[in-house]
C-alpha cells in the first residue's frame, strides 16, 4: 500500500513537473493578467462563466484593460447521427461552436478564432421528459468543456505575443492610412472638369 503511493505521489510530482496540470486543480495560471471580456450575449451563460474562470485563475477582469476578448458568435445545432436500437430512439449529435475575437489598442483586431465541442447522446422516443433533460445537462457540460478550452487557448497567449500582434496591426492601420492619403492626394491632383459651356446664340 506504501509502495504503491509513493508511486502515485512520484507519477504526480514527474507531471506536474512536465507541465502537466489536473484539470480543476485551479493551477490555471494566465501569463495575461488583464482582460476585458464581451459578448453579444452580455447577459449569457458562458460569457458569465468565462469571466469567473478567468476571475478564478489571477486575472484582472475590467472595462479598461489593455486587450479585449470578445464573444462574437455562440451557434448551437443539433441533427439525427443515427437511429438506435428501438425505431424510436434517435442519437443526436450536439455541436456548439464560439467565435471570438482578441482586440488591442484602438480596437485593432489582434486574433479571430473558434473553438467548437461536440457530444451525443440518445433520444429515447418512450421518454420525451428524460431525453430532453438529458440534453439539456449534455448542454451544460459543452458550456463547460468550451469555457476551459478557451482557457487553455488565453494560456498559450503571452503579453509579449500581444504586443507583436498589436505592433503588425499598427503597421497595417499606418499602411493602409498612408495609401488612402495617396489616393486622395492623387484625386485632388487631377484637374477638374470644367462645366460645358453653352455657347450663346
Known sequence: MIKRNLLVMGLAVMLSACGFHLRGTGTNELTIKELDVSA???????????????????????????????????????RAASYAGSARSVEYELQTVLSYDVLGHNNATLLSDKL??????????????GSGQEATQIRKEMRRDLVQNMLMRLQLLTPSQ???????ADDRARAEAAALEAAQRA???????SPLEIPAH
Open 40 to 78: 453579444r450575449n452580455a447577459y449569457g451563460e458562458t460569457v458569465n462563466q468565462l469571466r469567473d474562470a478567468l476571475k478564478n485563475s489571477g486575472v484582472n477582469v475590467h472595462a479598461g484593460a489593455p486587450y479585449k476578448l470578445v464573444l462574437t458568435n455562440e451557434a448551437e445545432t443539433q
Open 116 to 129: 467548437e465541442v461536440q457530444k451525443i447522446y440518445v433520444h429515447d422516443g418512450n421518454n420525451i421528459t
Open 162 to 168: 500581444l504586443d507583436e500582434l498589436q505592433a503588425k
Open 187 to 193: 484625386q485632388d491632383a487631377q484637374p477638374q472638369q
